[in-house]
């Protein structure tokens, strides 16, 4: 299960600012597209609270994929694939059955310990198998979220939320309205703590041996990153709903950029994801106007055909 660790690579300064400047211009188009005509309420209440939600969640997500990556030490892994988002799901139908008029805060933190659980069965399921090939770890993470998904499926049907489950599973901007997307604001705290750590979060992607003799606690690290994950796959799912592939994706394009060092890696990380959420969501809106596609379903066909293509690529060597 390990990870085949690249060189380090240097990129200017003038490139990440160039990324900048990209990200900004993604970002004044998606304030620009859309059905209704520019105005100064329809920015303010719709058109700004959506690309704010887009780039928060995007970055936050694909740091999520990072830090799962190193923490499990293979390339293939992030929340989608492990059965995090698909646990956070069973979490928000499990209190909305409970409590249905439970505040927003509480059926983020249910959803979030839902999630933090499915992420450590997940965890205890690969240190149980005997053979830890790199390919198979996310194949039994996609099954372990297949058994979650249609757990929560028979839940929901019974008790008629499948509507809202499907509202929960695919995500969807189109529905952010100030007020209604703030939540989010969580996430960026999440991603600046993950840049702090992120020098512990390299030695703990070593291995527990390495990263033990080095003087890391191996086990606080682990759980302090996928405490972050938890919390931020929650907090995405409840406001948005679920990106898939988007943590898979960015991360091995930024470990092809730069290495695997996570302090080079978190900004470039951060501005990938938020400028590919951006640019799905402008698909989405174009592709078919004036009707949307979900953000999710057009990084869902771009993140599985990357995906494949990592399981093709790594297949002649296994």
Known sequence: MTV????????PPTALVGGVVGLLVLAGVSLMVGVAEVSWEVLWVSRVPRTVALVLAGAALAVCGLLMQLLVRNRFVEPSTVGTTEAAGLGLVVITLLAPGAPLMAKMGTAALFALAGTWLFLRVVRLMPVRETILVPLIGLMLGGVI??????????????QTLNSWMTGDFSGVLRGRYELLWLVAGLVVIAFVAADRFTVAGMGE????NAGLDHRAVVGIGLGIVSVVSAVVVVTVGVIPFLGLVVPNVVSAMVGDNARRGLPWVALLGSGLVLACDIVGRLVRYPYEIPVGTVMGVLGAAFFLHL?????PRA
Do not use: G, P
Request: no cysteine; charged share 15%.
């Open 4 to 11: 085949t660790r690249t060189a380090a690579r240097t990129t």
């Open 149 to 162: 998904a249609a757990m929560t499926t028979f839940l929901a049907f019974h008790h008629d939320l499948l």
């Open 209 to 212: 041996t390495f990263s033990t």
């Open 311 to 315: 399981l093709l690529r790594r297949a």
